[in-house]
């Protein structure tokens, strides 16, 4: 930040990609050939994709550099070691098992602590955490504070479990069913919100009073830290670096998806700091992955990453990277399009169900305007809503998901452009009706029709 308060990306620009915006007309053609499915698009016929911030990174020169230092020897290669040296030096686990992304990360230690009929308490998981539970023969359940069902409400850690909660399912369930407490940082379901410190530290207590393990779900742990930097008393001296290693001091583990904060288009790992569950897990990375010290990445996946990691946490980086994501949310905010308030970290969730009323929830909100601000603008966001999260979800939200230093704000400035247009005709943005899907994430594969 220079002596005027603005805040300049921390970066030059040393390459580029063409990007270009195709005519409305064949906007309006692509989507009805995609079953009105953003997935289904061709990413060449979208401008700008907001779908998501996951594996969308673009790299630094010394990520790049890195790639050519990569060691491909099958077993104990110089990479494994560097980059298991910046997971240690970053968030503190001695024991780190790497995969190919998250959800393998996930799973591998969902299938070593889960049964059959087990009950996983989260503040609120993704929908494809939520699936893995599910996958494995178990039922999740949200303990998120009431405040992160209301988007409007301002609040500085709407990503926090209640403690009530929490401990109301661990008595009705019995400890016994409930092998471990998982929490998301930053809470993406509830809209890209935060956790304190407080929190994790007072879950942490919870847990350990009734001998049940807690994780984290760490995709954007650095973003998260950098809120409590900005929010929570004491940190405001702190660098995002000590407190993201602090963050993951008091938990038993962590699951990363390293293609969000840790700055690379593939990779993840699990972080432990117990060797007994360290070693159990393994031969699920041998069966599943490839030997322990790869899983799943090559040599050069392992370079980059091990430098994304030390790159995330630093403060100028993190600052610029929130700033934009605040800009395109301020932004909105002005128009008077509802959203979950205050803007995240990695995306603004628009309230689709708040902005769309005419259109009920059993049409969609989500997912219509999802086709709106494609047509509009060629902008590619993404539902998450009754679609994504089923029957029970109590928010319908568009969540526009900004790369990491990918999009100028004049990007922005066109998603905002579109919703001006939006604004001017909302009224006849029409619902959407399902045509096919499966019964598990729906929003993935399904034919969809307007209405």
């Not at 050519?68 to 686990?93: C, H, L, P």
């Not at 935060?194 to 742990?221: F, H, W």
């Not at 159990?280 to 430098?307: C, W």
Request: hydrophobic content about 40%; aromatic content about 10%.
């Amino acid at each position: 930040m220079n002596n005027e308060g603005f805040i300049a990306e921390p970066y030059r620009i040393k390459s580029v990609e063409p990007i270009k915006l195709i005519p409305r007309e064949e906007r309006e053609k692509k989507i009805k050939e995609a079953h009105y499915n953003i997935f289904n698009l061709k990413a060449e016929d979208v401008y700008i994709d907001l779908l998501t911030d996951s594996g969308t990174s673009a790299m630094s020169s010394k990520q790049w550099g890195a790639l050519m230092m990569g060691d491909e020897s099958y077993a104990g290669a110089r990479s494994w070691f560097n980059f298991t040296k910046a997971v240690q030096d970053i968030m503190g686990f001695e024991y780190v098992v790497p995969t190919h992304q998250g959800r393998p990360a996930e799973s591998f230690l969902f299938r070593t602590l889960m049964k059959k009929g087990d009950i996983i308490p989260f503040n609120m998981p993704f929908d494809s955490t939520g699936a893995q539970v599910l996958d494995k023969g178990g039922t999740f359940v949200e303990c998120v504070k009431d405040i992160a069902y209301q988007p409007l409400e301002e609040a500085p850690f709407k990503g926090d479990i209640d403690l009530e909660k929490l401990e109301k399912v661990i008595k009705k369930e019995g400890k016994e069913r409930i092998p471990f407490v998982m929490m998301t940082i930053t809470n993406n379901t509830g809209g890209g919100q935060p956790v304190s410190m407080k929190n994790i530290r007072e879950v942490r207590k919870l847990t350990q009073k009734y001998g049940i393990s807690l994780y984290i779900d760490a995709a954007r742990c650095a973003e998260n830290a950098y809120f409590i930097q900005q929010r929570e008393p004491g940190y405001k001296e702190k660098t995002v670096a000590e407190i993201v290693k602090e963050q993951f001091s008091y938990v038993d583990g962590c699951t990363m998806s390293a293609k969000k904060d840790p700055l690379v288009n593939m990779g993840g790992f699990i972080g432990l700091h117990q060797k007994d569950l360290y070693l159990k897990i393994l031969p699920h990375i041998i069966l599943n992955e490839g030997f322990v010290t790869y899983g799943g990445m090559s040599g050069r996946d392992l370079e980059a990453l091990a430098q994304g990691l030390r790159e995330m946490v630093e403060d100028a980086y993190i600052a610029s990277r929130v700033h934009q994501v605040q800009y395109l949310g301020d932004r909105l905010y002005e128009l008077g399009i509802p959203m979950v308030r205050p803007v995240g970290g990695h995306a603004v969730f628009v309230d689709a169900k708040g902005f769309l009323p005419h259109i009920p929830l059993d049409q969609y909100p989500s997912e219509s305007l999802a086709v709106a601000i494609y047509i509009e603008a060629g902008v590619r966001g993404i539902g998450l809503g009754k679609l994504a999260f089923g029957e029970e979800s109590q928010m319908e939200l568009l969540r526009l998901a900004i790369p990491r230093r990918v999009y100028t704000d004049r990007h922005m400035d066109v998603v905002v452009e579109g919703f001006k247009k939006i604004i001017k005709q909302k009224d006849k943005v029409r619902g959407i009706k399902i045509v096919s899907a499966p019964e598990v994430l729906k929003h993935f594969l399904c034919q969809l029709d307007l209405i």
